[in-house]
């Protein structure tokens, strides 16, 4: 991979889970230019619906806020995904990884977040401070152009 990307996109909107939708058919429609295969394109969509599920549901916990999202690609076709959020942050990054760990207090939610993104991309990056917020960076190399 090089350090300079190809073409990059920025992309911010409310913590509305509504919103979830809308961001991975964003990100997957700028994907779409590298003519990924078709379960390429699943896999980074999934893995991004976590991420800013993740943000929207444990990052803000029904307080209103911003999801940040920036995405580039390189001419190796490796594709780089960042989802940010300003919200609580994650105490111990380790456990919050582990498969059903979760901060739900309804217990509602599975804990499989990270293990998702993890099964779709090639790496899974966290960096996270409490109160002020979490990265979660996607990477996937796409397979040679058809």
Request: contains cysteine.
């Amino acid at each position: 991979m090089k350090n300079k990307p190809v073409n990059e996109m920025r992309l911010e909107f409310n913590s509305k889970s509504i919103n979830e939708g809308f961001a991975r058919y964003a990100v997957s429609a700028f994907v779409a230019q590298l003519d990924p295969t078709v379960e390429e394109l699943s896999d980074l969509r999934c893995a991004v619906s976590e991420a800013v599920t993740n943000a929207i549901i444990h990052g803000y916990r029904d307080t209103p806020g911003t999801v940040y999202i920036t995405c580039k690609y390189y001419e190796d076709r490796t594709v780089k995904i960042k989802v940010t959020d300003k919200g609580v942050g994650i105490e111990d990054i380790k456990q919050a990884m582990q498969p059903l760990y979760t901060t739900d207090p309804t217990g509602e939610r599975g804990g499989m977040g990270f293990a998702i993104m993890q099964s779709f991309t090639d790496r899974l990056s966290v960096r996270s401070k409490p109160g002020k917020g979490t990265s979660v960076t996607l990477t996937k190399k796409l397979s040679p152009k058809r």
